[in-house]
Structure formats: structure tokens, C-alpha cells
């Protein structure tokens, strides 16, 4: 499968289906005459010595320094090698795919003047599988994220280090091994062209966009397996009670949970065994509703950004203009970033305190003490609910926004920086976390089905995700090591199993 570059907008799915399905890239014929265009007009720059930020000028602070034609390639390479300034683990294949990608349709837009070697340079490493080695750290999110983008244009010089079919290279070794010949040399606006831009906190933020688009439908499942086991009161999900509100992803979480409770004998009415639930139960559809409600918006901002020019200077071929601006700066994106790590952070939150109704024999309805036959000699998920909790305290201080935070740099000519990429990566690192949770809330609500054996009394959703499950993990009749359960589970998660079961009976889940 192929994905055109210049066609169309980018969409979620099109990074997803490159950057973990393989599929290949090409750049449409008329995206190819856009770029040749605004090649052009840099190379027209330059031999008429038109003063240009980036193009006849240094960097920064130096862009007041005037560079002669016959330094400018030496500028471009000396641009890479400098701002090589990344530190920490590197940055995921999938995420590091996605940043090439990112970056192509940024090239192909034909407002940033590279050659076209230099594009087809990168879409033969993304099609050959050279993965640069970019580390983690490093970028302010401002003036784009230059020095993880450095790393990956080194690998294009045949410098710095690069995976090929997951092995690690050095970069000439890699571009050999994978017959993609290296670049001799950058031309005038390329290295920068290549590293201002936002697609390394784009391309972070976007997977865990996506991936915790997936998660929110297990916490949906995860809520309705609790529902289960304590007997929760399903006139709260009515959905005359949303449409009055009018929330989108409130009255969507609303029928998600009628779909999956559908036929089911273990649930209740107001009435029959209390009048209300906790909040936890009752208010699912406005509090998991809300995440849902924060991840559109996320979604529409990353589709955005995907598809948008952030190079600096910008080339208009149509007027003749070159024009310094400021589309770098990732403001648009670090809001956003933070808004779903605070997102994302609130469904494990949730999560946990379902977790604690099922094991506190206070409050669940009548099942054991945590969980367990033979309390005392067993403990149980007394520590399931303990780690959980560890787990949703560590997201409180990283859902803290790094957007609110920021320091000057290059001498202060760049005043005011986003931390997009930080709160991209502090995005990633809460999805992890709330993925665990959101596991053990799984296992949980499945222990407690078994405990009043109302297996075969289940919603048709939740019988789905119960039997997934159960083949996988089986019932905890007394104390074993626990966390093969929980990575068991998450790896379900991971692989969409319990949702894939769910939807083939009951449709797909909304979001």
C-alpha cells in the first residue's frame, strides 16, 4: 500500500498506516513541480545576493550576518552539525518514522526551497526502512524542534546513527546498507529548511493522539465490566438525560454503555437495590465523556499541524516573496499537548477509583475483601488498587503543563519558547501509565464477575471482553505474582483485541 504525498490533506490514519503498517510514500507530480519552483527562487537569491533570513544570513542572533554564496553549503552543514544537541533515549521507531513523514509534507509543499534530492532523500529513507536515531531531549518547541531534527538530517549527511530492520548503524553504514545514497552536501536554506518545524512534538503527540483515541474505548468497556460486578444502575445512561446537557462525547459514552450492557442480567435499575450510584458509576458518561470531548479537539489541532507549512523563512514563488515569520513556534501544539495529557490523565484517574470500589469490602456490593476466597492468608488486589494509585499520582504532577513554563534562548532573540515537545513526550508517558490502570480496572471488574458467578449473565459487550480475557488470564483462586496478570492484560489492550471482540457484536464504539 502507498500513500501520495501532495493529493490530499494528511490525515491520523495516513501517519498511523506509514509509521506501523509500512505503508510506502511517493511524491505526487504536482507537489514535484511546486518544489522545483521555489528551488528556483532560493537559487535566484543567492547569485543576486538579496540579503535573506537563512538563505544569505546566519541563524538566530546572527541573522544580521551576511553569508557569501560561497560559504552557504559550509553554513548549511556547520546548521546540522551544531545544533546536533540532543540528549537521552532515542525517540521511538514508529514516532521517528512519523517525523521523516512530517517532514516530507512539509518539503513537498513547496514553500521551503530544497532541491529535490533532498526530499527524495527522505522519502527513499522512510521507504527503505532507515530509522535516524533521535534522542528524546533537547528541544524548546519554538524555534521548531531543531535539535531532534538535526539528528535526523545528520543520518541524511551520513553522519550519526540510524536503525535498519531494527539494527543499529552508524549513518553511513546504514544509508549503505539500505542503498540510499547520502547527500554530499547541503545547498543554501536546506539545513534549515530540514530542521525549523514542528514535527517531532507533531509526530509524538499524534501517536499518543491515536493511540489514546483506542484507549478510550477500553476505559468504556473497563467502566461497563465494573457496572457488572457491582451491579451498577443503568438509568443513568438514558439518553434523554445527555441530550439535555448536549455534550457530544457525554451522550456518545452514553450509548457506548447501553450497547455494551445490552441483555444484560447483572445490572440494575434505580431503585431495586439503592436509589443512586457513586459518581464513578453514575457520572461515567460525563467524566469519560469529557476526555473524549478534549481529544477531538486535540485530533483537529494535529491534523492541522500535520499538513501545515512550518518552515521559516517562507517562499511565496507567486509574489516573488521570501518572508520570515514565525510558523516554527509550537504554541498551536503545546496546548493542545498538555490539554491531552490532562485528558488522558483524568480517564486513569477514574479508572483507579473504580478499582478502589471493587477491592474496599465497604463498597462493592458485597463481594470479598479484595477480591479474594480466603482473605488474610490471601491478599489478593489489595496491591493491584495500591499500584493503580501510584500510577494516577505520578500523572498528576506530569499532567502539570509545560506550556505555562518558558525561557529564552539564542541570546534572546528567541524570548518566549512553547515546550511543545515536552508536553508531547509528558503526554506519552501519562498513556502509559493510564493504559496500566486501565488493565487492572480489567482485571479487577473480571475477578469480581467470577467472584458472584454472573459470567453467563453478562451484557453482549461485556461477555466479549470478559471471554477475551479469560483466554488469556485466568481466575485468581489464590495469591500469585500478580504483575503477569496486569502486563497480560495490557498487552490485550495493545493489541485491540478486547475491543476488536467487543465491536464485532455490537458495532463500533463512538467516540
Known amino acids: 500500500m502507498r500513500l501520495v504525498i501532495g493529493d490530499r490533506r494528511l490525515t491520523l490514519e495516513d501517519l498511523i498506516n506509514v509509521t506501523r503498517k509500512g505503508y510506502k510514500v511517493e511524491i505526487s507530480e504536482g507537489a514535484y513541480k511546486k518544489v522545483a519552483e521555489a528551488r528556483e527562487l532560493v537559487d535566484r537569491y543567492v547569485k543576486e545576493k538579496k540579503v535573506s533570513y537563512g538563505i544569505t544570513t546566519g541563524f538566530g542572533k546572527f541573522s544580521d550576518t551576511v553569508i557569501s554564496e560561497e560559504q552557504t553549503g559550509l553554513l548549511q552543514k556547520n546548521l546540522i552539525m551544531s545544533h546536533s544537541c540532543g540528549v537521552g533515549n532515542p525517540i521511538s521507531v514508529d514516532m521517528a518514522k512519523g517525523i521523516m513523514l512530517l517532514r516530507i509534507v512539509n518539503l513537498s509543499k513547496g514553500h521551503s526551497g530544497v532541491r529535490k534530492i533532498v526530499l527524495d532523500t527522505l522519502v527513499d529513507m522512510l521507504n527503505k526502512d532507515v530509522t535516524p536515531f533521535i534522542p528524546e531531549k533537547g528541544s524548546l518547541g519554538a524555534s521548531g524542534d531543531l535539535a531532534p531534527l538535526s539528528h535526523m538530517v545528520l543520518v541524511m549527511l551520513g553522519m550519526g546513527k540510524a536503525y535498519v530492520n531494527g539494527e543499529l548503524l552508524d549513518g553511513a553504514e546504514a544509508m549503505k546498507k539500505a542503498g540510499v545514497p547520502v547527500l554530499e552536501e547541503l545547498s543554501s536554506k536546506e539545513g534549515l529548511a530540514l530542521i525549523n518545524g514542528t514535527q517531532v512534538m507533531t509526530s509524538?503527540?499524534?501517536?499518543?493522539?491515536?493511540?489514546?483515541?483506542?484507549?478510550?474505548?477500553?476505559?468504556?468497556?473497563?467502566?461497563?465490566?465494573?457496572?457488572?460486578?457491582?451491579?451498577?444502575?443503568?438509568?443513568?445512561?438514558?439518553?434523554?438525560?445527555?441530550?439535555?446537557?448536549?455534550?457530544?462525547?457525554?451522550?456518545?459514552?452514553?450509548?457506548?454503555?447501553?450497547?455494551?450492557?445490552?441483555?444484560?442480567?447483572?445490572?440494575?435499575?434505580?431503585?431495586?437495590?439503592?436509589?443512586?450510584?457513586?459518581?464513578?458509576?453514575?457520572?461515567?458518561?460525563?467524566?469519560?465523556?469529557?476526555?473524549?470531548?478534549?481529544?477531538?479537539?486535540?485530533?483537529?489541532?494535529?491534523?492541522?499541524?500535520?499538513?501545515?507549512?512550518?518552515?521559516?523563512?517562507?517562499?511565496?514563488?507567486?509574489?516573488?516573496?521570501?518572508?520570515?515569520?514565525?510558523?516554527?513556534?509550537?504554541q498551536p501544539m503545546a496546548l493542545p499537548f498538555d490539554f491531552l495529557g490532562i485528558a488522558v490523565s483524568e480517564m486513569a484517574n477514574v479508572s483507579e477509583r473504580r478499582i478502589e470500589r471493587l477491592v474496599n469490602p465497604h463498597l462493592n456490593c458485597g463481594l470479598p475483601a479484595f477480591l479474594v476466597e480466603n482473605g488474610g492468608v490471601n491478599s489478593g488486589f489489595m496491591i493491584v488498587q495500591y499500584s493503580a494509585a501510584s500510577l494516577v499520582s505520578e500523572n498528576k504532577v506530569l499532567a502539570h503543563p509545560a506550556s505555562v513554563d518558558s525561557i529564552p534562548s539564542s541570546a534572546n532573540q528567541e524570548d518566549h519558547v512553547s515546550m511543545g515537545t515536552i508536553a508531547a513526550r509528558k503526554a506519552g508517558e501519562i498513556l502509559k501509565n493510564a493504559r496500566k490502570v486501565i488493565a487492572m480496572e480489567i482485571l479487577s471488574a473480571c475477578q469480581g464477575i467470577d467472584l458472584k458467578k454472573v459470567n453467563k449473565d453478562l451484557g453482549l459487550g461485556t461477555e466479549k471482553a470478559y471471554t477475551a480475557v479469560r483466554e488469556t488470564v485466568s481466575y485468581y483462586d489464590k495469591d500469585r505474582v500478580m504483575n503477569l496478570d496486569i502486563n497480560a492484560v495490557e498487552e490485550l489492550i495493545e493489541r485491540n483485541k478486547i475491543v476488536e471482540n467487543v465491536e464485532k457484536v455490537i458495532g463500533e464504539l463512538k467516540i
Do not use: W
Not at 461497563?224 to 457530544?248: K, P, S, Y
Open 204 to 330: 509524538i503527540g499524534a501517536h499518543v493522539t491515536y493511540d489514546a483515541i483506542n484507549l478510550m474505548k477500553h476505559l468504556d468497556i473497563a467502566g461497563a465490566l465494573t457496572m457488572e460486578a457491582l451491579n451498577g444502575i443503568t438509568c443513568a445512561f438514558d439518553h434523554r438525560v445527555h441530550e439535555v446537557r448536549g455534550h457530544q462525547g457525554q451522550i456518545r459514552t452514553a450509548e457506548n454503555f447501553r450497547n455494551i450492557l445490552k441483555e444484560s442480567k447483572c445490572t440494575t435499575k434505580q431503585g431495586e437495590m439503592r436509589t443512586q450510584d457513586p459518581y464513578t458509576l453514575r457520572c461515567i458518561p460525563q467524566i469519560h465523556g469529557a476526555s473524549k470531548d478534549a481529544l477531538e479537539f486535540v485530533r483537529e489541532k494535529v491534523e492541522i499541524e500535520m499538513d501545515a507549512v512550518t518552515d521559516n523563512p517562507i517562499i511565496f514563488c507567486d509574489t516573488d516573496d521570501v518572508i520570515s515569520g514565525g510558523n516554527f513556534h509550537g
